[in-house]
């Protein structure tokens, strides 16, 4: 088992959704981000850093520091279900290989497939991208 499937497990036991894991380049920090429908407390986040810390001393993980926190405004997109969470929202995607010669694209969430994600861009131009297109997503936050 994996670091990422050890930290899923633990997040999923204690009823949390891992939604992303960051490591530094030698990992000596690990980074993680919970979710729950009702959203995270400074107190969840501990709960489940207790609760990894004491999984990463019993399976001998070698690390400096921890950092468990909530996905913020700016959230991680990462599955297609969090794609469909947020339908409607403005999103900033990143694909791997340029679509009509550009990589970078921000819009609203317009549809949300098996396939792929659709962005309404704001000239009004959809965008249709593959999930193995995606190289990285998060949340365009409104401040209104």
């Known amino acids: 088992m994996?670091?990422?499937?050890?930290?899923?497990r633990v997040a999923e036991?204690?009823?949390?959704?891992?939604?992303?894991?960051?490591?530094?380049p030698r990992g000596r920090l690990i980074r993680v981000f919970i979710d729950a429908p009702t959203g995270i407390t400074l107190d969840d986040c501990e709960r489940v850093s207790n609760q990894l810390q004491h999984l990463f001393e019993?399976?001998?993980?070698?690390?400096?520091?921890?950092?468990v926190s909530s996905p913020g405004i700016?959230?991680?997109l990462k599955?297609?279900?969090?794609?469909?969470?947020f339908l409607g929202e403005r999103a900033q995607l990143r694909?791997?290989?340029?679509?009509?010669?550009?990589?970078?694209?921000?819009?609203q969430i317009a549809q949300v497939t098996d396939q792929s994600v659709t962005l309404m861009l704001d000239d009004g131009?959809?965008?249709?991208?593959?999930?193995?297109?995606?190289?990285?997503?998060?949340?365009?936050?409104?401040?209104?």
Request: glycine content about 6%; aromatic content about 8%.
């Open 13 to 24: 036991g204690l009823g949390y959704e891992l939604l992303d894991l960051e490591l530094s």
């Open 125 to 144: 131009v959809e965008v249709v991208i593959a999930w193995e297109m995606l190289d990285k997503a998060r949340l365009v936050p409104r401040f209104e």
């Open 79 to 85: 599955k297609p279900a969090h794609f469909a969470r």
């Open 58 to 67: 019993v399976e001998g993980v070698d690390y400096d520091r921890l950092e």
């Open 95 to 107: 694909t791997r290989e340029a679509i009509d010669g550009r990589r970078n694209f921000v819009g």
């Open 2 to 8: 994996n670091l990422e499937q050890m930290i899923e």
């Open 74 to 76: 700016d959230r991680v």
